[in-house]
């Protein structure tokens, strides 16, 4: 799963990254663990040799958009394009080093990249319809291209009435004909306020993160408010410290979990976990069912799959293990037409 972090240059996002990555990144690529404390919870009852958990792959390689005599957004978005998901990361701390302006607006920030996404997907379908025209009657038709062409007219008259390719209702057909256009309307998108460390925990008071947040609210975008220079600090800081990081800007917990957590909610997949020697949490798309589950461990599991046996997280916590569960009857035997729920931890029962 692959995350971009886009941002004007001083909006904080490179920091953000250093705070993510806990300064492990290579290149500006880093590869962190969901977080999840529900896998650390059956570690500790399972106790196995080896762990593995989900994880999340952050970009801070993408460029900023061009810093001359006005934004252009053309280099940002093709690498945009490469990420499953993009974090937005607006400035609301005052800096002498913003380009193109120094007034604090994250609502016009936000709004340049979105109107950018949507400029970007437009131009894109209305070249291959451009294309799609000169082929459609010709000996280089393809049967599907008229098909794609009535795609393409639809997705073409939502952008142009001011919605996204989400909105667009599509078959799954649809979707795997379309899917290499990699429509950056189409993507999870995560905003992520920077705000002054001294409003942590009062941001709502701040005007211009009020309007920011009525406007994630109307199109429905995940907002969150943080530091990125404290989180920086906080995650740098040793395990003792970390109380009283908190502590000094009066805050429970640290923010970076929860935008964490809420990229990870914007890709539509739940955990579910296998246990033993080697126990592991893997990603599965909400409503996915066990035979997707098998395939996603390994093709033979999904090949040769007889039962799936099923014991949900709150069960094998509250009973210690996958021996008292099934002994106290909270384990069940599930078909491959099963829908896994978030949490599950499974066995798959197969022979090839």
Not at 186 to 214: F, W
Not at 278 to 296: C, K, N, Q, V, Y
Not at 333 to 351: A, H, Q, S, W
Request: hydrophobic share 40%.
């Amino acid at each position: 799963m692959k995350v971009g972090l886009i941002g004007f240059a001083a909006s904080g996002k490179s920091t953000l990254f250093s705070a993510i990555s806990r300064g492990s990144a290579r290149d500006g690529v880093a590869s962190v663990p969901a977080p999840d404390d529900r896998l650390n919870r059956i570690v500790d009852i399972v106790k196995p040799k080896k762990v593995v958990s989900v994880h999340i792959e952050w970009h801070d390689d993408l460029p900023d958009p061009q810093t001359e005599d006005k934004p252009s957004a053309k280099a940002t978005l093709t690498a945009a394009r490469e990420m499953e998901a993009l974090v937005v990361v607006l400035r609301l701390f005052d800096t002498p080093f913003a380009p193109f302006h120094s007034a604090i607006d994250p609502s016009r920030d936000l709004r340049f990249f979105l109107d950018e996404f949507a400029l970007s997907d437009l131009q894109a379908v209305e070249n291959r319809i451009e294309r799609l025209h000169k082929q459609i009657g010709t000996h280089r038709e393809a049967p599907s291209d008229k098909t794609e062409m009535l795609s393409l007219e639809r997705i073409m008259k939502a952008l142009n009435s001011g919605k996204s390719v989400a909105d667009v209702e599509a078959s799954n057909e649809d979707r795997q004909r379309l899917a290499s256009f990699s429509f950056l309307t189409q993507k999870p998108v995560v905003v992520a306020a920077n705000v002054p460390e001294g409003i942590l925990g009062r941001e709502t008071s701040d005007q211009g993160y009020a309007r920011l947040a009525e406007l994630c609210t109307g199109l429905n975008l995940p907002l969150v408010a943080l530091s990125a220079t404290f989180e920086h600090e906080h995650a740098m800081a040793e395990e003792h410290e970390k109380a009283e990081y908190l502590e000094l800007v009066g805050l429970s917990e640290a923010r970076l979990e929860s935008l964490q957590q809420a990229v990870f909610g914007r890709f539509g997949k739940q955990l579910f976990y296998t246990v033993g020697d080697d126990t592991r949490s893997w990603p599965l798309p909400i409503g996915g069912s066990a035979l997707e589950a098998a395939g996603i461990i390994h093709s033979d599991l999904a090949r040769g799959f007889i039962r799936a046996e099923v014991c949900h997280y709150e069960d094998f916590v509250e009973c210690g293990g996958w021996q008292p569960a099934h002994h106290a009857g909270r384990t069940k035997l599930e078909g491959r037409e099963y829908r896994l729920k978030d949490g599950d931890v499974i066995n798959i029962r197969f022979k090839v």
